[in-house]
């Protein structure tokens, strides 16, 4: 049986990393050797963060990079710096987004266009300039934070759902176009974590409750677990998608 891979020095570029998901897992790449791009809008987040992993034994260098994923040029520079300070990119995890439910004839199309333009265009911008110097190096691990809304609608999703439904869609569609370059592509689909993610979304309490029926949520360092798991499998196996549910969440 093919032994898992150490990730100690290698790169990553974690987008979205001020917060969440995102966050914890830039610093479970970080504990594990691996040297770190933190990329978000909020710096003051980043760098209590980054400071927080200079003091951990052993984790992996880190820097810190303002970046709002819907901007070409500050996608591409968050890239450049990663590429300029360590000489290469490994992982990229594309996490930055955001959610919200509602009727869609009363949703506000000004919130629709900042959630497709961060999670649809946003990470078409990231993979663009993120596959590029994985292909040239002929290998890179690219992970794609799409959501179980991406595979499963729901009445109120139509912006949300589709907007992740877009994202699983893309992430197979570079998965095909990359991976006969060496270089893997994996959807990571979870269900209810809890983060930030409820607040941005302006959820009313009932909707995790109807959610969950009592289960107990997934915490975002359960997400981090798997997405360093799946970095560490050897370079021959691919895991294309994943879904990562709390066990009591029947659906989405
Ligand atoms: N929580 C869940 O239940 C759940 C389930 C499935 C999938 N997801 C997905 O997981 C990802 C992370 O969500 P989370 O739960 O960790 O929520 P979170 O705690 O609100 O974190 C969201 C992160 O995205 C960043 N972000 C938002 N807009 C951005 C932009 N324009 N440019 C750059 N960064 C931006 C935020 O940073 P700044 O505000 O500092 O820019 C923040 O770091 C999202 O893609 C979400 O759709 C979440």
Known sequence: MSELRDLRGQVALVTGASSGIGAAIAEALALRGVRVTLAARRVDRLDALAQRLRQADGAGETQVVACDVR?????????????????????????????????????????????????????????????????????????????????VTTAGGAAYCG???????????????????????????????ISEFQAVAEYPPDILE????????????????????VCEQPEHATVGELIIRPRGQARP
Not at 89 to 113: T, Y
Not at 169 to 182: K, N, S, T
Not at 210 to 229: E, F, K, S, W
């Open 210 to 229: 109807n959610m969950l029926h009592g289960a107990t949520p997934l915490q975002p360092a359960d997400i981090a677990r798997v997405v360093v798991q």
């Open 71 to 151: 901007e070409e040029a500050q996608v591409r520079e968050a890239v450049s710096q990663t590429l300029e300070r360590w000489g290469a990119l490994d992982i990229l995890v594309a996490n930055a987004g955001f959610g919200g439910r509602g009727p869609l004839v009363d949703g506000d199309p000004a919130r629709w266009k900042a959630m497709l333009d961060t999670n649809v265009f946003g990470l078409l911008l990231t993979l663009k300039y993120g596959a590029r110097p994985m292909l040239e190096a002929g290998r890179g691990h690219v992970v794609v934070m799409s959501s179980i809304a991406g595979v």
């Open 163 to 193: 907007s992740k439904a877009a994202a699983s869609a893309i992430a197979d569609a570079l998965r095909m176009e990359v991976g006969p370059q060496g270089v893997a592509v994996t959807a990571i689909e979870p269900g209810v974590v």
